[in-house]
């Protein structure tokens, strides 16, 4: 095609306008063309080049109009309802915390720390959110290796807890890797889905391979929950996959045989099978097994609309400040902040579930939603264990328990589905140059 | 979902989709189109066509795809949506009731 540099001028004006620099090539081709075919078009009717160039941009109007127009549709957007339904948890959530202090279930260092991570998190969360997202996906299977690399060294060096393994062991700080883990992997997943082209046996087998291998290594550090939730996480991402819904289901049998292969090794350990379906009935055991349940189910009734007030102390129930921080929550603040509690995590799934349909990038949806499964089954999964509805685990209330490390993924988490939505309208055009 | 007021404002927007219910098109195509099919009344400045269908896709009433052309170059197509149908729809009863009140409104002494 032949170039006039009064064209060129023309469409560079336009994209002078708009700041989003990833949609000026497939608007400045866009434009090319418009104007290739009406010049093409006035030549046709016997006029000249000149002519025909200066009748087209004559027709076209003003570069600065459109171009602002354009800049208007291709604002990045951040999501403040998001925004702001995260600071209400985060703002519960030290309150909570600062309660326990008060109460003496939590020392100073600690409440620090957790201040700490919190302006560490809100700087991770706005530095994600002004990055674009897409360049992680290069080094999601990077990211893979090093999360499994990393996970099978805390499984070696770590020492049991309550007869699971916990901490990775970094001499200056320990911390629990394994929790941490789901989250990378759905993220490291998202990508090698998108990628895939889901056309062979062979993208069958190796989605087999990276569901298994974490799936090993958290059966053999018995840590069931955090199992189920990668599963749960890897179902997402596979069921928005491009794969044949033959292989789907196929995937689906085979995850549901280990599982009552996993249930039935269970049943060689009665205590263990009991521990777990406790929760159906916790007061036919309880100061034993369902100890917990009831001390919960107990310091929720007990705390009506109001609560027991700022600093109540609940020496009765174990882990107020991570497994079990709603019970106390609600023992301390009430019934009303435990419902608004709810109520904010239900209000912020609907909103994410409502964004997402928006998203036309395949990695950014793929991502979108495995985080949002890993986000917020623990989410409520903690908050229906705290009123004695599903069995007991190890699981933290995101966002309000105790928990520097995690606190601050999971405000990467929410910075990178921020970061989805922000570039949501200008990925339409990126992509389909 | 959020839609640029002052260009969904006038019925640019509903001329357009009732174009591309027809067929998938491009914006020169389309703007001829338009033209033609309205007897040269509609013929805006082209340019102004460009925002309004970025909007439109960004509502995700519109959705569009890269195809080539004859040459090197490639032209973006236009295709109405599920949901886009939907939109039409609506603005259509919408401008047929307006239509009929100006349409009272006017005759009524006279006839």
Known sequence: MKRHPQIDEYIRQVCSQIKSKEVHEAISQELEGHF????????????????????????????HLIGKQLHQTHKPRI????????AALVGIGLLTLYSLLDSQSLVDSQFQRQILSVVLGAAVLAGILFADYRKLLPYCKQLYMTTLLVMLISLMTSEQVNGSLQYLDLGLFRFDFLSLSPILLVLSVAGLFSQWRWES?????????????????????????????????????????????????????????LFLAAIGLLFAKPYAISRLLIFLDPYKDPLGAGYQTVQSMEAIRSAGWWGHGFGAQLAELPVTESDFVFAYLVYSFGWIVGGAVLLIGILLLYRIQRAMGQVKDRFGSLLIRGLMAVFFVPFFWSILMALGIVPIFSVSLPFISYGGTQFVLQMAVFGIILSVYRRKDITVLAASR | MRINKELMKGSTAILVLTMLEK????????????????????????????????????????????????????????QITEAGMGHLKDKKEEWVSFRTAVDRLLWEGQS
Request: hydrophobic share 45%.
């Open chain 1, 36 to 63: 290739a075919d009406r010049i093409a078009d006035y030549q046709s009717e016997g006029m000249s080049e000149k002519d025909a160039v200066d009748r087209a941009i004559l027709q076209m109007g003003d570069s």
């Open chain 1, 79 to 86: 999501e403040w309802s998001l925004v702001g339904m995260v």
């Open chain 1, 201 to 257: 046996w062979r993208d069958f087998s190796k989605a087999l391979v990276v569901v298994l291998v974490p799936l090993l290594i958290y059966m053999s550090a018995s840590r069931m929950f955090i199992g189920l939730l990668y599963v749960i996480g890897f179902g997402v991402l596979l069921f928005s996959s491009q794969m044949r819904r033959m292989y789907k289901w196929s995937f689906v049998g085979l995850i549901m045989a």
């Open chain 2, 23 to 78: 067929k998938a098109m491009y914006g020169y195509e389309l703007i001829k189109e338009l033209e033609r099919n309205s007897n040269g009344v509609f013929s805006l400045k082209e340019g102004t066509l460009y925002p309004i269908l970025h909007t439109l896709e960004a509502a995700g009433i519109v959705q569009s795809y890269w195809q080539e052309a004859e040459g090197e170059r490639k032209r973006k197509y236009y």
